[in-house]
């Protein structure tokens, strides 16, 4: 499918709306986008190069050919040229469409998300904040995604600051009652276990299962991720008697389905040396890995 601000181009290209020129510039950004959709990096290199060298190319299709030549640097594993190919087109879109488009937006996010890739976490973060504009919901998702790539480079403390920044704004936007409330705070709380603050991560977990349990039936799959999730960090912290208690709770209300609390409560009891009553557990887990 045509890139999201290629399709007009290739639609007056096709009626013969454009003179030779454009429609020679619209063939390339075709031919581009096909390139890259498919995986040929090369050809995309060529069409995008064809393109640098048109004598007339409109905002419009600067704006597309940025977006292009970003997203080809993306594939290669070069985000901070992608970032710098992204500005271009949001340049680009905000003079074709105006600051205010739904291209210009959508611009300015594959700016952000380039910064992001490349690890400038604070700059992808304002980026975010300022093209959210007031949506919490669509910024709190961008944070927690900010979240994990700051945990998985190791920045422990970066990464709980956004995922406690996640959760005051999901809670802004959704309500300290909602279920996704609930899962930003579970995901703040395993950060906070992995920097052993223990305490800060006992409450940002019962947080998240006292909602869970009130916006949840007994026996649903976010009930029993929520326990399941508290069983764990109870067993991480030696507690093994509360572990076991809220492992048999998940299990007693998962009734005939399966429970995620049966692999942990199974990994538990083999720990213990109760292999009997472990298999039966265990039996009670989804197929396939964790």
């Known amino acids: 499918m045509p890139g999201r601000s290629l399709l007009p181009f290739l639609l007056l290209a096709g009626a ?4 030779a020129p454009a429609r ?11 390139a890259l959709h498919r995986g040929r990096a ?3 290199e060529r069409a995008l190069a064809d393109l640098s060298a048109a ?3 409109s905002a419009a299709q600067r704006a597309e050919a940025g977006r292009l030549e970003g997203e080809l640097r993306l594939q290669q594993g070069r985000p901070q040229e992608a970032a710098a190919s992204f500005e271009r087109a949001r340049d680009a879109a905000e003079k074709a469409y105006g ?5 210009a937006r959508a611009a300015r996010l594959d700016v952000a998300d380039a910064k992001a890739a490349a690890g400038e976490t604070r700059e992808a973060e304002r980026l975010y904040r300022a093209w959210a504009d007031g949506r919490g919901g669509e910024l709190a998702e961008r944070l927690s995604e900010l979240a994990l790539g700051s945990q998985s480079r190791g920045r422990a403390a970066e990464a709980e600051r ?8 999901t809670e802004s936007a959704l309500g300290k009652g909602d279920p996704l409330t609930a899962a ?17 991560a006992e409450a940002a977990y019962r947080r998240a299962l006292a909602i869970v349990e009130k916006a949840s039936p007994p026996g649903h799959p976010r009930r029993d991720a929520a326990l399941n999730a508290w069983g764990l960090f109870l067993e991480g912290r030696g507690r093994n008697a509360e572990a076991e208690e809220v492992y048999r709770r998940a299990l007693k209300e998962a009734g005939p389905r399966r429970s995620e609390a049966g692999r ?3 990994s538990l009891l083999r720990r213990l040396g109760r292999e009997a009553e472990a298999a039966a557990a265990e039996a009670k887990a989804p197929a396939g890995p964790r």
């Open 184 to 200: 930003r705070l579970s995901d703040w709380g395993l950060q906070l276990q992995r920097m052993e603050r223990f305490a800060d």
């Open 42 to 44: 090369e050809e995309a």
């Open 16 to 19: 013969g709306c454009l003179p």
């Open 99 to 103: 600051p205010a488009s739904p291209e």
């Open 24 to 34: 020679g510039v619209a063939a390339s950004l075709a031919s581009a986008d096909r």
């Open 162 to 169: 956004l995922y406690r920044a996640a959760v005051e704004e």
């Open 264 to 266: 942990s409560y199974g």
């Open 55 to 57: 004598p007339r190319v």
